[in-house]
């Protein structure tokens, strides 16, 4: 079984920071890309940033400049550092990574983690 676990949401005033993490263990025997995405209440899941193994990375506009996102292979694991943060930015934050399986299961398979709350408030 594959895991993904977070950390790093919170509540957060205008123009603060936060840094997200999420871990990824389990039966796997690499992990391709890996990404953040955020939901908001009655608004669709949409992706934040993603980054693939080599280092390549994209960003949804809305946070182009603001937000980076990285990662640790070593230690399978992706932050985002959110800076200037906006009201707007509220929403549950979710990580996702494309995996390639061990022998004996799926070749290639998705794993969500939990989600966290970001709250960006006055």
């Known amino acids: 079984q594959v895991q993904l676990v977070e950390s790093g949401g919170g509540l957060v005033q205008p123009g603060g920071s936060l840094r997200l993490s999420c871990a990824a263990s389990?039966?796997?025997?690499?992990?391709?890309?890996m990404g953040w995405y955020r939901q908001a209440p009655g608004k669709q899941r949409e992706l934040v940033a993603d980054?693939?193994?080599?280092?390549?990375?994209n960003y949804a506009d809305s946070v182009k400049g603001r937000f980076t996102i990285s990662r640790d292979n070593t230690k399978n694991t992706v932050y985002l550092q959110m800076n200037s943060l906006k009201p707007e930015d509220t929403a549950v934050y979710y990580c996702?990574?494309?995996?390639?399986?061990?022998?004996?299961?799926?070749?290639?398979?998705?794993?969500w983690g939990q989600g966290t709350l970001v709250t960006v408030s006055s």
């Open positions: 980054i693939t193994s080599g280092g390549s990375t």
């Open positions: 389990g039966s796997i025997f690499s992990i391709n890309a």
């Open positions: 996702n990574a494309d995996c390639t399986g061990v022998a004996g299961g799926p070749l290639y398979f998705e794993v």
